[in-house]
T-cell receptor, first 111, second 110 residues
Framework: RKEVEQDPGPFNVPEGATVAFNCTYSNSASQSFFWYRQDCRKEPKLLMSVYSSGNEDGRFTAQLNRASQYISLLIRDSKLSDSATYLC????????????FGTGTRLTIIP | DGGITQSPKYLFRKEGQNVTLSCEQNLNHDAMYWYRQDPGQGLRLIYYSQIVNDFQKGDIAEGYSVSREKKESFPLTVTSAQKNPTAFYLCASARHWEAFFGQGTRLTVV
């Protein structure tokens, strides 16, 4: 089983719709969780951290479910500019900050 | 401006040659990482380093080597032992697990 798994998509969603992705992780000792965004042929950039209590940043909401070992990203009122690949990242700290990326979920917003 | 710089952006090499990819950061981060990304795929960890003169193998270290002689620098050598070296290579530095990436090097081996 992979350490971090995502549905690769693609997700083709009409503009204005709400879309959600999940990311599952296998190591119950995982400590920190993030969502990154990667545009085509560019480097990934941090979108948001995922806290135990969940967090919201404008149209984006991230949540963590430790019991079921997954994190989620919800995008409301999707814009054309949201088209990108969304990568989840999981870290496991044993004094060893290894960042493990999921394979990414590709999102295309359709006009 | 603080940031992380990878060079070159594009690199072409003949099969069987070793090649070194540069990664420099001025963010004063202790942790640095090398990832490989193939078309339509996610990032796979090659090597990472938490401190100068120390580094650990990632998930796909075979055929690669690194050094960390300075905090600012973490070069990656792609050796002739790497069977499929053509890929997009991304270097990152991190603080408190937030990673900042360079713009990447696209390596093509012909």
């Amino acid at each position: 089983r992979k350490e971090v798994e995502q549905d690769p998509g693609p997700f083709n969603v009409p503009e204005g719709a709400t879309v959600a992705f999940n990311c599952t992780y296998s190591n119950s000792a995982s400590q920190s969780f993030f969502w990154y965004r990667q545009d085509c042929r560019k480097e990934p950039k941090l979108l948001m951290s995922v806290y135990s209590s969940g967090n919201e940043d404008g149209r984006f909401t991230a949540q963590l479910n430790r019991a079921s070992q997954y994190i989620s990203l919800l995008i409301r009122d999707s814009k054309l500019s949201d088209s990108a690949t969304y990568l989840c990242v999981v870290t496991t700290s044993f004094g060893n900050e290894k960042l493990t990326f999921g394979t990414g979920t590709r999102l295309t917003i359709i006009p | 401006d603080g940031g992380i710089t990878q060079s070159p952006k594009y690199l072409f090499r003949k099969e069987g040659q070793n090649v070194t990819l540069s990664c420099e950061q001025n963010l004063n981060h202790d942790a640095m990482y090398w990832y490989r990304q193939d078309p339509g795929q996610g990032l796979r960890l090659i090597y990472y380093s938490q401190i100068v003169n120390d580094f650990q193998k990632g998930d796909i270290a075979e055929g690669y080597s690194v050094s960390r002689e300075k905090k600012e620098s973490f070069p990656l050598t792609v050796t002739s032992a790497q069977k499929n070296p053509t890929a997009f290579y991304l270097c990152a530095s991190a603080r408190h697990w937030e990673a900042f990436f360079g713009q990447g090097t696209r390596l093509t081996v012909v």
